[in-house]
């Protein structure tokens, strides 16, 4: 037996609730040829209608990461709760390779969802848990059933249960109107963090998730702020003439790198959060930008024009020495590490437009993972399965998302205004 241990998520959820909301929607557009057969048969109720469809949930996450293929619920011949009940000869009749059972009883105000995951050409029980939810958290259960599920699998940490943040833009000319939100990594319970009549831009989630480092326009020129989730608390830690920006958190949280143009062309400089002492790292007449912490925090990736145009470049902390990482094409930009450290995600242009591409460090291959023409600010999964990005539908903005492997992708639009600038939060428990 499990408890969700959701204290600090909750907290969020309980101030932003008299909020507006701007969910997403999900829209799956490529699924992987690699995909694993699974079935998540809906869960017994004891006859009550529940606020959330718990299987659903489940179902939705594991096939939007590209791993599985689940089986539509028509073509189950028979519904099964627990792992008694299954007859595994059917379900390898209809060639599903695991199978998810499970039931969502009432346990005091809240509920009790109990589920299985049995394997099915094995004839046996993977795993097994309790889990205990109020009827606000009965999505949040949903998505940590699904991480222990993923990893259960895959042997790959799930990230299901993470939030992503992002921004959006409605209206026009004066009317314009721009918000900053966190939501579940799938596009629901979104909770508006700021709102602005100017642009908010570059939100960066501190590595203990409790925190938004963003930059905004609200005094007419660009600022870096540092929010607390849970309290709405905020301070504005730099506002420099000219360019304030792009702020990344070290992976220790006690460091913040940003783009700033203080002392003439924009530059890469660390801000020590505490102290609010600062560190040039980067001295040229080149526009040096957009920086990203290595996660072991031993080097910088940042974007600079140095060599004729935008290119990758990898700053060692301590050594001071600086080296090139791209060489494809003549714009590479907006780098991201992968969480092991390994490859890179970045923005890549070729005849085809800009898309997102991952390039591995070793070999220094790249390859092109997203399909758009406009694709741009990648943000990584914390478990590097799958990248989100913004992109263009029509007219409007959206974000998009796809496979580390670019296997499988679909998009997250929004029913008010554009969605921009995707970040993807750490793991949150």
Do not use: C
């Amino acid at each position: 037996m499990k408890a969700l241990m959701m204290t600090w998520l909750s907290a969020l959820l309980l101030l932003f609730s008299t909020l507006a909301q701007a969910n997403l929607t999900i829209e799956i557009t490529r699924g992987s040829d690699r995909a694993t057969p699974i079935a998540v048969v809906p869960f017994a109720a004891d006859g009550e209608s529940l606020p959330e469809d718990v299987a659903q949930i489940i179902s939705d996450n594991l096939q939007r990461s590209g791993y599985f293929e689940p089986l539509d619920r028509r073509a189950m011949y028979d519904r099964p709760s627990s792992g008694d009940e299954v007859q595994f000869g059917q379900w390898r009749g209809l060639d599903v390779r695991y199978l998810v059972v499970g039931r969502v009883s009432r346990e005091g105000d809240g509920y009790r969802i109990r589920y299985e995951l049995m394997d099915v050409s094995g004839s046996r029980r993977m795993l097994g848990e309790s889990v205990t939810a109020s009827s606000n958290e009965l999505r949040g259960g949903a998505h940590y059933i699904s991480d222990q599920i993923f990893e259960s699998i895959t042997g790959i940490r799930g990230a299901f249960a993470t939030r992503i943040a992002y921004v959006t833009a409605r209206g026009a000319g004066d009317d314009m109107q721009f918000a900053l939100y966190v939501a579940d990594a799938d596009g629901h319970n979104s909770q508006e963090v700021l709102s602005s009549r100017e642009p908010i831009l570059s939100p960066a989630w501190s590595p203990d998730g409790r925190k938004l480092a963003y930059v905004s326009f609200e005094t007419e020129r660009p600022a870096i702020y540092i929010q607390e989730l849970a309290t709405g608390q905020r301070v504005r830690a730099t506002s420099f003439e000219g360019i304030n920006g792009a702020p990344a958190w070290s992976p220790d949280g006690r460091r913040l790198a940003m783009a700033l143009s203080k002392d003439g062309q924009p530059e890469i400089y660390i801000m020590d959060v505490a102290s609010r002492n600062f560190e040039r790292i980067t001295n040229n007449n080149n526009i040096d930008t957009e920086p990203s912490w290595s996660p072991d925090g031993r080097s910088l990736l940042f974007t600079s024009d140095r060599s004729g145009g935008p290119q990758l470049y990898r700053y060692t902390i301590g050594s001071g020495d600086i080296e090139r990482l791209t060489f494809t094409g003549n714009y590479n930009a907006r780098g991201r590490f992968a969480p092991d450290g390994e490859s890179i995600f970045l923005v890549h242009r070729s005849n085809n437009g800009y898309q997102i591409a991952r390039q591995d460090l070793g070999s220094g291959r790249l390859v092109v993972i997203s399909e758009s023409r406009w694709d741009e600010s990648p943000s990584v999964a914390p478990n590097g399965t799958m990248v989100i990005f913004a992109t263009q539908q029509g007219n409007s903005g959206v974000l998009g998302a796809v496979s580390a492997d670019g296997r499988a992708s679909y998009r997250l639009p929004s029913a008010q205004g554009d969605v921009r600038e995707p970040a993807w939060s750490p793991f949150l428990n």
